[in-house]
């Protein structure tokens, strides 16, 4: 292929067979949905020519779907689009405040959950708080569909599980238990437009004496990929999330960091603020969920 | 909001707050900047720059890269003449047009990460993109220099080889990395310190920052062949311009027009040349018009940041605060080529303050990073920063208010500055003064919050302007000058030449002209524009009043002597026999084809009298102490303006410099690898502050007349960014009683200090 | 290989030839002539090729030309009325609020666009939303105050 | 009289002389006389130096009168941002 190509389809269908047509014709081929990483990236690092498909147009990945068996996030819902969903917010705090941190008020008219996933960047914001929440990867293919933890969705720095030919259609979030909320927080020197130096996405959920049955805690920006955190997530279960069991899940969190040393902070750095982050993410998710939040 | 202090007499118009003549232009998107101009049959251009700090250039082969289909041209150091060495006239001073030939365009060697190697114009600019990257250079890697200590070593690889130390008693045996030495002393400096209850002596770094202006540089370029060239572009001066590419292209700059488009911020930076004759050659060598515009990327990489500094500084003082003695050690990076503005830091480094005793010593020091550029007040933030954080410190040590101890040492009028003149009619001590007094001084402050009290100052300069003034048959008037607006000078333009003719500021147009039409005028820059380029304005208007007296006496057949110039009027003086009402411009201009014809004045000036202006800044921080983030949570400019003509963009120019200064206190800094390698060179991670980072800024105008202007005014544009670094430093100690040294106070920094605070 | 795009810029529909790569900047600047919308990075960093793609706000060096098909444009060229400045372009100017004016174009397209979507926005919303549109002249505080006086008088004139 | 303080920089022509009284009527005689008296003066100081009379600062001085009793300074040329 000598120039770049675009091509829209409409249809989750027509996606799949355009993806297996161009990849029989050994044509590369590159996901658009809110382009405010990929565009940087094909203007700056790889240049070139591939055919663009952007699934946008696809009903499947623009949806929000809240229903009682959870929430489905289409992949090309823009941050802006999520934002304004009261209800999500009302169940997934995190997930919004996470998706809402990326970039401007023009970054969030076009960036969307499915693409920062996709990006697989180290500092992406949307994962950590994707993996506290549990979400699921949906992908459709030449194979037809599959589903995969998010975890083990991100596989290296800029690298996904995505085989060729498949796209990530979309997220899937469990239902949220009673007394149950998420958080999300990132620090970054400046109040906006920073990408984070560390980040903590925590998800408890309470029993009616406000005794920690269960959390999740995963951290971002102190690894190669996105860190989910058991010990962090053991050390709240079974407290009332009172500051000695915040301060040993900081702990835990700042102990499975391996950060590296760079232009946006420190290794020792980070180390140390991804347990601050931990640490206040699960007093706002505690009181969130005591405040009937969830 | 501000208030305005003010002794001036009586205006009319000067100090009121009009919309400025290009304001719809530049709300509507009708303003052309660098970038917006085009031109039939126009190629794009783009450049390659070296991937190494610092290499031997062994070839160059472009033949793969010719051979890109769209390709019209491609040039390379080869393609430029010699230039003889020569100093650079109307910048900041240090420059050498030789070095400025080749920062434009590499010859034997490349001295920096970005150092252009070669540019390509092509139909497109994919087609030029694709050649560039065709482009084969063969390199023989050097030793690369990225800080003032390897650089000063005595054993250190060299930059050039035939760099001699200059400012030293004798020629040095050897070739040097150190440009120039200065020294500026007064006094017994050992005696002072001997005298000092109190000393104290610390080492003060801050890091290389760009001026960040919004706008990346831009121009386009045709030359014709009856060998004239017309340049469109982005400045700061079209006539340096002018000059700077005549002189790299060894052309008479009768061959060169410049038209100064709309320009984007320049803080500095648009003072010198970078693609205009690149441009120019690429246009001659296509027979086409030829626009370069760089990338965000080659603004930071490739354009004239500003120096990072070491500054060892000391200062005794006794019990009561009176200072004894000061000295200073300040080295400054000049990037690849000699000229850092460390004339300027040494001359200012004790200038707030009357201390009977001082040395300074100045060191211009090249590294392997690009040549710096001036940014607003060059050399004054990073001196000041040393000096006003030593300042706070001696004043906790004695335990004294910091405005007291400031006011106790400071300079007024009759003062013999530290850089050698007498002080006249000054603002130092009346900022102080509004400091002491201002609601945000006394406002209690919470937990983990601090305050800081710096002082600011720059000199202002004068220099060559002209302005001629075109009056339109029903009264109303044109101005013409050359300096491109870069932050609503047409409004003070405009402004004074209303007042000055008595007609009202709606009348009056003022057009920014290019080379060719304006008269000559030195830089938009050195904060002289509202100062020397108005008082060019004023004196056009007064001539244009001395001929309107001209004109109304011929009209009444009385002599000259026999009239008046009041209130916009010619009048009648007393007692002279004239049976007709008062002459207004309208009146006169109605009828000067009856008296000789078109009323035009003019006035060409080399001003004097540039007062200096010093300022106050207050700054509150609240510090997280988990994580050292600092939020700026209230800060407050005061600042002697001599006179406000337009109050609005008075404050404007405080607040940016403001907000620019807490930039470079906080976050901003070139990053670089080992390699000499930018690695932050886009605003991802070049960090300056964004809307919600900040308080809004509040402002006090103060207005010691200046003397030495008409209506008192004196510049206003560069003291602003001086006093915040240590404005912002100062109260992050006082809110973590910590003693910050080093720029800019990153979160990881401040953490770690406080990390090692705690033991 | 060129695409062929129908769309609506400012009101008007529009056919432009672009190429698959080409962004919504570089159509909407080279092939339409309309260079009120400035490029000031190409990363989506600065806000100052902001511009409303079917009302909602985006950095038009951030969008591919060929995803317009069939959808609406406005750039700062569409903000005013053939009659009138719009309340945010006018009180940018009585404010003062640009200096260079460089960074105006995508400052008055998301002021707007925060007006529409918050007609009374306080002056940590204002900041927030404005964050994304970088000002290195004026330090920001006559830019609010711009924005949200143009917000006061909105709601005065609607009310 | 005119009292006139030599830049430091220059003081390797001066022999180390700081201030000096002269009399004279402008900067022609002023320049002609420490010329005279430091050979190479007015190169160095029409290379890089403005003149400060009284406090006045003026960067090109040719065809200024020095006051009797003015004070006289030499200050590096400055421009700025």
Redesign the interface.
């Known amino acids: 292929m000598d120039s770049f190509a675009f091509q829209a389809p409409t249809s989750l269908d027509a996606a799949v067979a355009l993806l297996a047509e161009q990849r029989q014709a050994s044509v590369r081929t590159q996901i658009l949905a809110g382009g405010t990483d990929m565009i940087v990236q094909m203007r700056s690092v790889d240049r070139a020519p591939r055919m663009i498909v952007d699934i946008k147009r696809i009903p499947e990945t623009r949806s929000i779907q809240l229903g009682e068996d959870g929430l489905i996030l289409g992949s090309a819902v823009a941050g802006a689009e999520l934002s304004a969903r009261d209800d999500v917010a009302a169940i997934y705090p995190g997930l919004v405040e996470a998706a809402d941190l990326i970039g401007s008020t023009q970054i969030q008219g076009r960036a969307s959950v499915g693409g920062n996933l996709c990006n697989a960047s180290p500092a992406g914001d949307t994962i950590p708080a994707l993996i506290a929440n549990s979400a699921i990867c949906q992908i459709a293919g030449p194979g037809g569909w599959r589903e995969l933890a998010v975890e083990d969705f991100v596989v290296g720095v800029g690298r996904n599980a995505l085989e060729p030919g498949e796209f990530l259609v979309a997220l899937r979030l469990p239902a949220a238990q009673p007394r149950s909320a998420d958080a999300y927080l990132r620090f970054i020197p400046r109040t906006e437009m920073d990408i984070a130096v560390a980040s903590a996405g925590v998800r408890v959920a309470l029993d009616e004496n406000g005794v920690c049955t269960a959390a999740r805690v995963a951290i971002g920006a102190v690894a190669v990929t996105a860190l989910l955190v058991p010990e962090a997530a053991e050390a709240l279960i079974g407290t009332r999330l009172d500051d000695a069991a915040c301060a040993a899940a900081a702990a835990a969190s700042s102990a499975a960091a391996r950060p590296i040393s760079d232009k946006r902070g420190t290794e020792t750095y980070r180390r140390q603020v991804v347990g601050v982050l931990t640490r206040r993410a699960a007093v706002i998710a505690r009181d969130r969920a005591l405040g009937g939040q969830a | 909001m501000s208030e305005a202090i003010s002794e001036a007499g009586a205006f009319r118009q000067i100090g009121t ?1 009009p ?2 003549p ?3 232009d ?8 660098g ?2 101009f ?1 031109l039939p049959g126009m190629l794009h251009g783009r450049f390659l720059r070296s991937p190494h700090a610092h290499a031997r250039i062994r070839s160059i082969d472009i033949t793969a890269a010719l051979a890109v289909p769209g390709v019209k041209a491609i040039v390379t150091g080869k393609d430029f003449p010699d230039v003889a060495p020569g ?1 650079i006239e ?4 240090g420059g050498d047009y030789h070095d400025m030939a080749v920062n434009v365009m590499a010859r034997d060697k490349v001295l920096y990460h970005g150092h252009a190697v070669a540019a390509v114009a092509a139909t497109s600019t994919r087609a030029a ?1 694709e050649a560039v990257r065709l482009i084969e250079v063969e390199y023989e890697p050097l030793p690369v220099l990225l800080d003032i200590d390897s650089a000063m070593a005595p054993d250190a690889p060299l930059l050039h080889d035939h760099l001699y130390t200059e ?1 030293l ?2 020629k040095p045996a050897r070739p040097s990395n150190v440009a120039q030495v ?4 007064r006094g017994d400096i050992e005696a002072g310190f001997a005298e000092a209850d109190v000393i104290i002596e610390r080492t003060y770094l801050t890091p290389t920052v760009h ?6 540089h831009a121009c386009l370029a045709r030359w014709g062949q009856d060998e004239q060239s017309t340049v469109w572009c982005s400045t700061q001066g079209s006539f340096d311009v002018r000059s700077m590419t005549a002189r790299v292209l060894d052309m008479s700059i009768s061959r060169l027009k410049v038209i100064p488009t ?8 648009k ?1 010198t040349v970078y693609l205009e004759p690149v441009a120019i050659l690429l246009s001659r060598k296509s027979g086409r018009p030829v626009k370069l ?1 760089m ?3 080659e603004v930071f990489r490739a354009s004239g940041p500003a120096s990072a500094s070491k500054i060892k500084l000391k200062i005794g003082a006794k019990k009561d605060g009176r200072l004894t003695a000061m000295s200073a050690w300040l080295a400054y990076e000049a990037g690849a080529f000699k000229g850092s503005p460390m ?2 830091g040494v ?1 200012c480094v004790f200038a707030p303050y009357d201390v009977p005793a001082f040395k300074a010593v100045g060191y211009d020091v090249l590294v392997n990073k690009p040549k710096v550029a ?5 050399g004054a933030p990073q001196a000041l920063f040393a000096t006003e954080s030593a300042m706070d410190e001696l004043a906790r040590v004695l335990n004294m208010d910091p405005i007291e101890l400031r006011l106790k040492n400071a300079v007024r009028d009759g003062s013999q500055a530290s ?6 009619a000054i603002g130092m001590e009346a900022c102080l003064q509004a400091a002491r007094e201002h609601p945000n001084y006394k406002r209690p402050l919470g937990p983990n919050q601090g305050r800081g009290v710096a002082v600011g100052f ?6 060559q302007s002209s302005a001629e003034i075109h009056i339109n048959e029903d009264g109303t008037a044109t101005v013409i000058e050359g300096n491109p607006d ?3 000078s047409r409004a003070s333009m405009a402004l004074m030449a209303a007042e000055e003719l008595g007609i009202p500021y709606q009348d009056v147009r003022v057009l920014v002209a290019d080379t060719e039409a304006a008269g000559f005028t030195n ?1 938009t ?4 524009v509202t100062f020397a380029t108005g008082m060019a304005v004023i004196e056009a208007a007064r001539d244009i009043i001395s001929q309107l007296k001209a004109r109304a006496a011929a009209l009444w057949n009385v002599d000259v002597e026999m009239v008046d110039w009041v209130d916009g009027k010619v009048v009648a003086r007393p007692g002279v026999n004239v049976e007709a009402d008062p002459l207004t411009l309208a009146d006169i201009a109605g009828q000067a084809a009856k008296t000789g014809g078109p009323l035009l004045g003019r006035a060409s000036l ?1 001003a ?3 007062g200096p202006s010093f300022s106050v800044n207050l700054c509150d921080v609240e510090v997280d102490p ?4 600092v939020d700026v949570i209230s800060y407050t400019a005061i600042q002697d303006a001599g006179k406000a003509i ?1 109050p ?2 008075v ?3 405080m ?6 200064g807490i930039g470079w206190a ?2 901003e800094e070139y ?1 670089f690898s080992a390699e000499g390698i930018m ?2 060179a ?4 070049y ?8 308080p ?2 509040d402002t006090q105008i103060i207005e010691i007349a200046n003397p ?1 202007h008409p209506y008192g005014v004196r ?1 206003v ?2 003291t602003p960014i001086v006093a915040p670094l240590a404005a912002v430093a100062n109260a992050v100690n006082a809110a973590t009683g910590l003693q910050m040294t080093e720029l800019p106070m ?3 920094r401040i ?2 200090a406080l990390e090692a605070a705690k033991g | 290989m060129k695409q062929q795009v129908s769309s609506t810029v400012n009101g008007e529909p529009v056919e432009f030839l672009c190429a698959a790569d080409e962004t919504l900047l570089e159509v909407l600047r080279d092939r339409l002539s309309l260079t009120g919308t400035k490029e000031g990075c190409g990363t989506g960093d600065c806000g100052a090729c902001s511009v409303l793609l079917d009302d909602r706000l985006v950095c038009s060096c951030l969008v591919f030309a060929a995803e317009l098909e069939g959808r609406s444009v406005t750039t700062v060229e569409g903000i005013a009325t053939p009659q009138a400045l719009h309340p945010v372009q006018q009180k940018l100017l009585e404010h003062a609020a640009l200096q260079c004016g460089i960074c105006t174009p995508g400052v008055v397209v998301a002021a707007k666009a925060l007006i529409d979507a918050n007609p009374e926005p306080t002056e940590e919303e204002t900041r927030y939303w404005l964050a994304g549109n970088l000002c290195r002249c004026t330090g920001y505080d006559k830019i609010i105050r711009a924005v949200m006086d143009a917000a006061a008088e909105m709601r005065g004139a609607t009310s | 009289m005119a009292r006139v303080f030599l830049p430091q920089q220059l003081h390797r022509l001066t022999g180390g002389a700081a201030q000096l009284d002269v009399v004279v009527d402008d900067y022609r005689g002023l320049m002609a006389d420490l010329d005279r008296r430091f050979p190479g003066f007015r190169h160095a100081i029409e290379q890089d130096f403005a003149l400060v009379i009284d406090g006045d600062i003026i960067n090109d001085p040719l065809l200024e009168a020095i006051p009797a009793d003015s004070e006289i300074h030499f200050l590096h040329r400055l421009g700025g941002g």
């Open positions: 707050r919309i400025r290009d304001g719809l530049k709300v509507t998107g009708r303003a052309n900047f970038a917006d085009s100093d109307g910048g900041e001073g993109e400012g008693p004798e200065m020294e500026s002393t001026q960040g202006y919004i706008e990346p709309e320009i984007g911020g320049g803080f500095g930076g003072t515009v990338t965000r990327e004339v300027p001359m001036a940014y607003r007040a060059p850089y050698g003149p007498k002080f006249n720059w000199f202002n300069v004068g220099m870069i932050g609503g830089v820059g050195g904060s002289r080399n004097r009298g540039a988990d994580t050292g983030k337009h609005s963009y404050e404007g120019q607040q940016g410099g403001a907000v620019q906080l976050n990053i690695e932050n886009g605003f991802l991670d960090r300056i502050p964004v809307a919600s980072d900040l809004m800024i030495g510049g544009g560069e990153s979160p990881p953490l770690a």
